[in-house]
């Protein structure tokens, strides 16, 4: 979390405080998909504030929106802005980084936070899902055969246990 002050004009100088935080700056995303980071803005000033959020650097390799742009956060309150990134279809794989800059109404930046989005391929992200299914698979084929010969042990004993018992006798004595 950080701490921010930004001066705002009203009748003197006044100071409003702001507290930015960016939920998860290091992501991972296949070309073809995408990551959503959630900045979070808290406004402890006495008034309600503006506050613009814009995303830099992704043009070379992705593309990038903020859903929404502009935001006003009453005081005491928090408000989110989702900052969405997609790596383009020809972007290489590697860890990309980009900076999310938030404004406040006059311009000014409040604070500026470096984010990376590790970028894969579709088949190794997928590699890892398509093993841990085939993990999953086995197991339960595994787990089946156990459970039959299980079952065949239960059978077995029961049928050979039935001729082996033992009538009851009184003995007089």
Known sequence: IVHVKSA???TGTA????????????????????????VSIANLGKEAQTYSVEV??????????????????????T???????????NAEAGVKTFT?????S??????????????????????SYEAFKKVLEVGFIAL????VVVGIVLVAKKLGGSGDSVEGQTYYQ
Not at 15 to 38: C, F, H, P
Not at 56 to 71: A, E, F, I, M
Request: net charge negative.
């Open 100 to 104: 999310v800059r938030v404004k406040d």
């Open 79 to 89: 408000g989110e802005s989702l900052v969405y990134v997609s790596p383009a279809e």
């Open 8 to 10: 705002k004009q009203t």
């Open 15 to 38: 100071t409003a405080s702001a507290l930015i935080n960016v939920d998860n700056t290091n992501q991972r995303a296949a070309i073809g998909e995408g990551a959503v980071y959630k």
């Open 144 to 147: 089946l055969i156990i459970l």
């Open 106 to 127: 006059a311009g000014i930046v409040v604070t500026e936070k470096t984010l990376t989005l590790d970028v894969v391929n579709a088949q190794a992200s997928t590699g």
């Open 56 to 77: 830099l650097g992704v043009g070379s390799w992705g593309t990038s929106r903020v859903d929404p742009q502009n935001l006003i956060v009453p005081t005491d309150k």
